[in-house]
């Protein structure tokens, strides 16, 4: 179905329906968090499970899903690699599972994740249970694929047309992006969403936007949890507020939260808000699938929306730098298999099953190797089965006490200080001899302030050596899955690495031409690349409209 096309009550429904518990599998926690909310909203029982989460927590979560009439269980695909929780799994009283974002479990698809494999082990545990994929995003190779690795013992296959009648199609070539951005959005109005490639030029963007009048904020994996949560909330909170009067002649009233959201796409999956009118990318996507999902944000409410591409000739030039970056030379792959191990210091022989932290940035300044090439060459050593290597995984703020009680007394605290600490004394009984994970939101809301004042205090007091504080951080998670090899023994075989690059130039070769090809309805090009070669043209994208102005 396609993007908004309602694929969570594709499960929902069926569950409530009958007795026992859905076991979600999504692939971000953001994602499952808000999917957890809308549901609560309707009384309706379910909870997730997600990296960061403690022993106790995840206890009661599975204890309400055994004991508490519990209808849905949302939990990441890496949770499905832990052996507790496949023995907890086997006791659930599980009706059925879904599999969402399925796409991710085909190697042929554009965003592969190894992790989505293990899948299909699961439903050896909960044999006999009907299992569900929904994705909005399949050519049909990887619909195909998505079947077979989930143990399909026959095909069957639910589509319903990717076709968006709404939703208006337009690439517009200029040399001059930013100030055509403006010119867009000051002759259309609503909420927007505009999509860059990297996280500097998020800013850039949006101070640009600030800067000549329209409100903007932006948003990449980089900000704190907390700072993406808040800037999601005051774009999804744009409106217009009604006062009730008139003003020249049209209805008065006011605007809230902010209008544009710039963004790479970190700021996808997820997105509930049914009146955004544009979706724009200044830099061209990889895919068509990336960018039939990401222009799918637009208009889903069913008014109509617009999906802008702004493209040069010089996009073509950066698309054919980054096969380079996502495909390495060989011999680079090999030399980050061998430096990530001296880093590590695990000798050959050694490392199974043994997992590290790994700080990207760090170990590619003390390497000396490029970052692009070396996430890339770490993904393609993951999927040649070296190691497994996850960028996913955030670790929960934690916090000690490095004072006693008696020495906290005789120290000069603020009123606020002293509060805080005092909801923090209470709360983490063993605060004092080990770190503990900080519920910060609940804690925040017990001290009446934000989670960026109760940051900005424990760092304070941090500082002041009265406590240990380690904030939340997102660092990725090497997994050495098998003993370390000899250099020289480490090899990427053609079946991962000539297939999968060669799909990669297939893809954006299909991205330029989409960009570039002005002869056909753009929506019927986008439709017969996901295997719809029947779809009329849909005579508002901007090929259409020119072929109407030359009749």
């Not at 890496?78 to 599999?99: D, G, H, K, N, Y």
């Not at 605007?255 to 544009?278: H, Q, S, W």
């Not at 009265?466 to 050495?480: A, C, F, M, Q, S």
């Amino acid at each position: 179905m396609p993007t908004g096309g309602g694929k969570s009550l594709c499960f929902q429904v069926p569950t409530m329906a009958q007795d026992g518990l859905c076991l979600v599998i999504s692939p971000l926690i953001a994602l499952m968090r808000d999917q957890v909310q809308n549901l609560r909203r309707r009384d309706i029982k379910a909870t997730a499970i997600y990296m960061g989460m403690t022993r106790d927590e995840i206890s009661i979560a599975l204890d309400n899903c055994r004991f508490g009439n519990y209808k849905f269980l949302y939990v990441s695909p890496e949770r499905l690699q832990s052996v507790v929780f496949r023995e907890q799994l086997a006791t659930l009283p599980v009706c059925m599972i879904a599999v969402d974002e399925a796409h991710c479990i085909s190697q042929w698809g554009y965003d592969f994740r190894p992790s989505y494999l293990n899948i299909a082990e699961v439903r050896q545990l909960l044999p006999g249970i009907p299992v569900l994929a929904l994705t909005a995003t399949a050519t049909p190779d990887v619909i195909d694929d998505i079947q077979e690795r989930l143990g399909f013992s026959e095909k069957n296959v639910f589509k319903q047309s990717f076709a968006r009648e709404n939703l208006g199609y337009i690439v517009i070539n200029t040399d001059d992006k930013p100030q055509r951005l403006l010119r867009i959005l000051n002759r259309t109005q609503g909420s927007s969403i505009v999509y860059v490639r990297n996280r500097q030029k998020t800013k850039l963007i949006a101070d640009f936007l600030v800067e000549n009048g329209i409100s903007a904020t932006f948003y990449h994996a980089g900000l704190l949890p907390a700072e993406r949560a808040a800037r999601q909330q005051q774009w999804a909170e744009y409106r217009q507020v009604d006062r009730g009067g008139l003003q020249n002649g049209k209805p008065e009233g006011r605007l809230t939260g902010v209008r544009v959201m710039v963004a790479t796409n970190a700021f996808g999956m997820g997105i509930d808000k049914p009146d955004v009118r544009t979706v724009i990318h200044i830099d061209m996507p990889d895919c068509i699938e990336s960018y039939f999902q990401e222009a799918g944000r637009a208009g889903r409410d069913g008014k109509t929306a617009y999906a802008v591409m702004l493209y040069n000739k010089d996009d073509k030039r950066v698309a054919r730098k980054r096969v380079s970056d996502n495909y390495p030379q060989r011999e680079f792959i090999t030399r980050v298999y061998a430096d990530l191990a001296d880093w590590l210091i695990v000798g050959e022989g050694s490392g199974l099953n043994r997992t590290f932290k790994l700080p990207l940035q760090e170990f590619c300044a003390d390497r000396h190797l490029p970052m692009l090439p070396t996430y890339s060459a770490l993904h393609l050593l993951t999927q040649a089965g070296y190691i497994s290597f996850s960028d996913e995984q955030e670790t929960q703020p934690r916090v000690m006490m490095l004072c006693t009680r008696e020495e906290l007394y005789g120290l000069p605290l603020s009123q606020d200080e002293e509060h805080l600490l005092n909801i923090i004394l209470r709360r983490y009984e063993g605060i004092f001899t080990e770190p503990q994970y900080l519920h910060e939101t609940i804690v925040a809301q017990q001290a009446s302030i934000t989670t960026e004042q109760l940051n900005s205090t424990l760092i304070s007091l941090a500082q002041r050596r009265l406590l240990l504080y380690i904030p939340r951080n997102k660092t990725p998670l090497v997994t050495y899955t098998r003993e370390r090899e000899d250099t020289e023994r480490v090899y990427i075989p053609d079946s991962i690495y000539v297939s999968l690059r060669d799909r990669y130039i297939r893809r954006l070769q299909a991205m330029i031409e989409y960009a570039e090809q002005t002869s056909y309805c753009r929506s019927q090009v986008l439709l017969a690349y996901f295997g719809e070669t029947d779809a009329l043209p849909c005579g508002h994208c901007d090929v259409c409209r020119q072929v109407k102005s030359e009749r």
